[in-house]
């Protein structure tokens, strides 16, 4: 009965993307729709098959997922312990958390063009600006975990004679794990989304933003953008969707019980 | 006292800020006090007649708002409507989930170039990468609020007979308001940031046109200036839209709290 | 007044099927108060909600003043047991009394009229400008009290409508339900687990059996009004009727001394 269920589910959503298809072909055919402005549907998945073959749109791709996954790295290395260490030293916390809320308004892309001034290299740019908008979330969702690290288990441990260092390490990592995995998972679709910009504005030879910059000089880019821009709603999707499987494998029993405290 | 006691790190790192960008006099990161002056001359140096305002906040500043409110009004709008329409029928949500899980996913900036080619440079462009871009928090949101309305919400609507638009006012939309909320402020956030990017891709006006006229001068303080008041305007926006959300809400809080 | 014939309800299909309700035949007379009781999984709800029109019985049919029962019909309002969750908490307890109102044709003046002498017979004149989350339980059931009241339904449904308050507030309720059924010449049905309860407030107790949910006794209440929490409890009646249903809800056989 729930294979079925599934089954019905996953059958509407594949009738609902061909019929969005269908009906934005049919437009464009009938003249609806100039092609200009929005080419046919069937051209629009042609140039996206055609792109999955294409060397240079692939080292764009690339290069757009090597800055991201720089980036991210960076954050997670320098924020979780950050996050940790303003999480279990509250009163450094305090102090720190006027500055946080001063600086986390700050539009992200705003600082693309001091970057571009700043670093000479664009794979450094984009690593840094990367780093400036996904270091937000990791940082609020691990201190935001620590909070939620249940007393009576930290209180177990040190009747037991383990050390501060010891309870982070044994109990408040672990319990806060599930969280900061949230907010990497939501640091992924921001650094994405940072690479992008970074590479519209900044230029430079290679990424996803770039290729599409270029595409729009020329004659039929518009088919090329938006078989590049299907590329990159797969990409967020493909990812997001890791991050969402590892975090169930990995906190399973983070899950079982959020849900049996329903 | 409280103030200082809460504030105090704020102006030591200030101090700290001047202190060595003024010994390192590195031409990249200028003193604050440097950065603040050339924000007063930027901006607030105009005549008495325009409130102090130079012609240059006259110039910029509307057009960015204007834009940054119309399409987050018109994304809000558009998410609401199409929010409640797909979390209260289920064939529809199973039919449309995972285009929106897709359009969710495409980086809003991506469609800028799109943008641009069909609509040239200027405001409609920039409305359109707006708009496209915020709408996914606030539909999200709204379906799932819409989708989570009390059961027994929804029977007493029907068992005293209420008409359709009363079960769409009175019962579905306040139900699902806290979450709708919780959507629009992403979005307006969000709405920030892709007023920037589209200026700085694809306009000549607004502050982040200016940004990048300040940046291709290399006129550092300006640069950092402007960064600054786009912090300032994140913050106000957020602390703005938080104060009226806790107005509107005042029920959904106590009762949360007594329940 | 309310005819229910041979219904029949089951929920989903094949082997996870669940028959609900297996045949109840119940007919219901003009003013009366019916309470039904029953153990838990008797099918009380589900017999609640068919009249009510929440749900399709899959057999059998209901008559409300002879016409079939398909949607919720128009003069029928619901007590539900879970307060919390049937008052809005966005709309002050005066908008919740007078929400429905809107449908009877009433202008804003006269929904407030009526919202205030509904809350006024409920006790809770004071609290008309107060929102549900900041009363107790009790006052909030009296809310909801209310709002039936004041859309002056011909048939009240209340389902297990004291179930979540305490043992004190639920005798306020019990005697605050009697004294409001004299105002107005409603039918009441009222669905109950409590047995005390069932004998105390109804005119006739009418006794489900365990799954699928059938009628285990049909019994009439002869006890002298106006009845009192102390003087009716002690009534020899009361303590005959309180032993003979509570032997049918747990599926003995009836006494038959005690069989009318």
Partial sequence: MISSVAGSRVLCGALGVAGLLAAAELAGRAGLVDPAVLPLASTILARTVELATDGEFLADVAATMQAWALGLLLTVAVTVPAGLALGSLPRVEAAVRPLIEFLRPIPSVALIPLAILLFPDRLDMKIAVIFYASCWPVLINTMYGLLEVDPVAKETLRSFGFGPLAVLWRVSLPSTAPFIATGVRLAAGVALILAISAELIGGGSSGIGTYVVEAGSSFDGLEYILAATVWAGMLGIVTNSLFIGAERRLFRWHTARAEGAR | MRVIARLWLVPVVVLLWELVTRLSDSGFFPPPSVIAVTMREMWLTGPASQLWLTDLVLENFPPSLARLFAGWALAGVAGIALGIMIGRSRALSRFVDPLIHFGRAIPPPMLLPFFIAVLSLGAQTQLATIVFGVIWPVLLNTIDGARAVDRQHIETARVFRLSRSQRLWRVILPSALPKIFAGLRLSLSLALILMVISELVASTSGIGYQLLRAQRDFDLPAVWGTIVLLGVLGYLLNSVFLAAERRVLSWHRAAKQTT | ?260
């Fill in chain 3, 1 to 260: 007044m309310l005819e229910i014939s041979n219904l029949s309800h089951t929920y989903g299909s094949g082997p996870s099927a669940h028959t609900a309700l297996g045949g109840i035949d119940l007919s219901v007379a003009e003013g009366e108060l019916v309470c039904i009781v029953g153990p838990s999984g008797c099918g009380k709800s589900t017999l609640l909600r068919s009249v009510a029109g929440l749900i399709t019985p899959t057999g059998g049919r209901i008559l409300l003043k002879g016409v079939p029962v398909n949607q919720t019909p128009d003069d029928l309002a619901v007590v539900f047991q879970d307060y919390s969750r049937s008052l809005f908490p966005w709309m002050s307890v005066a908008d919740n009394v007078s929400l429905p109102l809107r449908r009877r044709g009433q202008d804003k003046r006269q929904r407030r009229e009526s919202a205030m002498d509904a809350l006024e017979q409920v006790g809770l004149a004071d609290a008309a400008a107060k929102y549900p989350w900041q009363l107790s339980g009790g006052m909030q059931q009296r809310v909801s009290i209310a709002r039936a009241l004041a859309y002056r339904p011909s048939l009240l449904l209340m389902d297990e409508p004291f179930g979540s308050v305490d043992a004190q507030t639920r005798e306020d309720l019990e005697d605050l339900t009697l004294r409001v059924r004299g105002h107005h010449n409603m039918t009441i049905l009222l669905i109950t687990h409590d047995i005390d309860e069932s004998v105390y407030v109804g005119d006739r107790v009418v006794v489900l059996s365990k799954s699928p949910g059938g009628i285990a006794g049909d019994l009439r209440v002869g006890l002298p009004g106006p009845r009192d929490q102390i003087t009716t409890r002690e009534h020899p009646e009361f303590v005959r009727l309180r032993a003979e249903v509570g032997r049918l809800v747990r599926g003995m056989r009836s006494h038959p001394a005690a069989a009318s």
